[in-house]
């Protein structure tokens, strides 16, 4: 099997990437950050950049804000602004690693005012949820220790336990809390959310509207991430992906770019578990561009996404079922790299033509002239970064 059929194509039109408000931004390592031409200067500017990614592919619906990042004064107006370029709202990341406050923790302090400052800032996220119309919370926590002995390891998993309820009994009916994990960095001895075993329990604990976020790049290396995932979604526990992808650590670099093998075998336990198009599995990027322009940074995650799903779609089932079940191991594993070294790329033009989108939409970005036009207008002003 090596053609995408209708119900493939059917599959595919339907799939929805979230975009982070924070790719367009500027970002890089603590060595430099190299600003880039027409950088938005605020969270309008960087939903227009989101919403011209979705224009030229029709994969990206939705944009999740970072607060206080994209904090404004008026979340109406913001939302009324994405609506009307054809994009929604979506999750709303908190931020608790760059205050001086939380040096020592946020959710997991022991000083009492500093654990309820945390806590009131995710409260603060709950009501921005109500005026974007947005349905998820999304808490990464950089909490941890550099030193053995530093920390009371056992009392901040209960700290923390108690936070979440707090944050989880604020959530209205429709609305979700979801717990990313990584296994280190700030801290380097401890975190105290370093893996999705931590995280499950910590949300199994909450209630059926907690979930785990999977950052693909918050694992050790080697880690065999398609197992997590079907674990989780086994478990009914996974909320959602931020998708990236790594060389070394929390790379942070284009998915797919890195490793696109695995980014076909996540998507095909996915696939597996009922979690394709599955509105309870969120599909995030969570991604910086450093020195590549962020738009067509943007454009190319979605499509190297949408092309691992079509190459994991071809995998013949039938053939594979059988092959498992004769203990064929050869031929189990032949019918997997079959579907994964099938170029749809040729395919996947023709359709998107016949759907009234570019059959490139790399190059039909480029020959748009919207990145010399905001290099143009957006003179002036505070360029966004990652951390402002
Ligand atoms: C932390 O490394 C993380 O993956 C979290 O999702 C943050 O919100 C995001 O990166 C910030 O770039
Ligand atoms: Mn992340």
Redesign the pocket.
């Known amino acids: 099997m090596s053609t995408l059929t209708s119900d493939h194509l059917a599959t595919l039109a339907q799939q929805g990437i979230e975009l982070p408000s924070?790719a367009f931004g500027n970002s890089g390592t603590r060595f430099r950050v190299f600003p880039t031409a027409g950088t938005p200067r605020d969270p309008f500017e960087k939903i227009a950049d989101a919403a011209e990614v979705n224009r030229h592919t029709a994969l990206a619906p939705s944009v999740a804000l970072?607060i206080p990042w994209d904090k404004v004064d008026d979340y109406a107006a913001l939302r009324r602004h994405a609506e009307g370029l054809g994009v929604a709202l979506g999750t709303i990341?908190s931020?608790t690693f760059q205050d001086e406050d939380y040096k020592f923790g946020a959710l997991t302090h022991h000083d009492e005012r500093i654990r309820r400052k945390a806590i009131d800032h995710h409260l603060e996220c709950i009501d921005i949820m109500d005026a974007t119309g947005s349905r998820d919370l999304?808490i990464?926590l950089a909490e941890g220790s550099n030193y053995p002995g530093q920390n009371d390891m056992r009392a901040r998993q209960d700290r923390l336990q108690d936070s979440l309820q707090q944050i989880y009994a604020r959530l209205s009916g429709e609305q979700r809390l979801v717990l990313?994990y990584?296994f280190f960095e700030p801290s380097f001895y401890h975190t105290d959310v370093p893996d999705w075993g931590t995280s499950y329990a910590q949300v199994a604990a909450l209630g059926d509207c907690a979930l785990v976020c999977l950052?693909t790049?918050?694992h050790a290396p080697g880690t065999n991430i398609e197992f997590i995932v079907m674990q989780l979604l086994r478990l009914r526990k996974l909320g959602s992906f931020?998708f990236n992808s790594r060389f070394y650590a929390?790379d942070?670099l284009i998915v797919g770019a890195a490793d696109p093998f695995q980014l076909f075998r996540i998507i095909l336990e996915v696939i597996r578990g009922g979690g394709l198009n599955n509105p309870d599995v969120a599909f995030m990027l969570?991604q910086?561009h450093n020195i590549e322009d962020k738009i067509p940074g943007q454009i190319r995650s979605v499509l190297n996404v949408q092309e691992m799903t079509a190459r994991a779609l071809l995998v013949d089932r039938d053939a594979l079922d059988a092959a498992q079940n004769a203990n064929d191991v050869l031929a189990a594993n032949a019918v997997l790299m079959d579907a994964f070294y099938t170029d749809v790329r040729p395919q996947l033009a023709q359709w998107r033509e016949s759907r009234g989108l570019p059959a490139d939409p790399m190059a039909a970005y480029a020959a748009s002239g919207y990145q010399q036009r905001i290099a143009a207008d957006r003179v002036g002003g505070t360029q966004a970064g990652?951390g402002a």
């Open positions: 924070w970072h990341n931020n999304k990464w990313e990584k950052d790049g918050h931020d929390d942070d969570d910086c990652w």
